[in-house]
């Protein structure tokens, strides 16, 4: 039972602290993780594989 709450009590902690910029920041929000959404990846000509099948290429 210890090992239980042990676990329920890091996990809420870690929850939280993965939150703290969404919760308290004015406009917070979570990063996009999308390569079409990166200026990096976008000079370099990569795209988002999600993207691509918008644009009429076929997924494998």
Do not use: E, N, Q, Y
């Not at 703290?20 to 990846?41: C, D, E, T, Y």
Request: glycine share 6%; hydrophobic share 45%.
């Amino acid at each position: 039972m210890k090992v239980v709450l042990l676990s329920i009590i890091i996990t809420a902690i870690c929850f939280l602290l993965l939150a703290v910029k969404v919760i308290f920041v004015r406009g917070g929000r979570f990063p996009s993780h999308h390569a079409s959404h990166s200026p990096a990846l976008r000079s370099k000509g990569v795209t988002c594989a999600s993207h691509d099948s918008d644009r009429g290429t076929p997924r494998s």
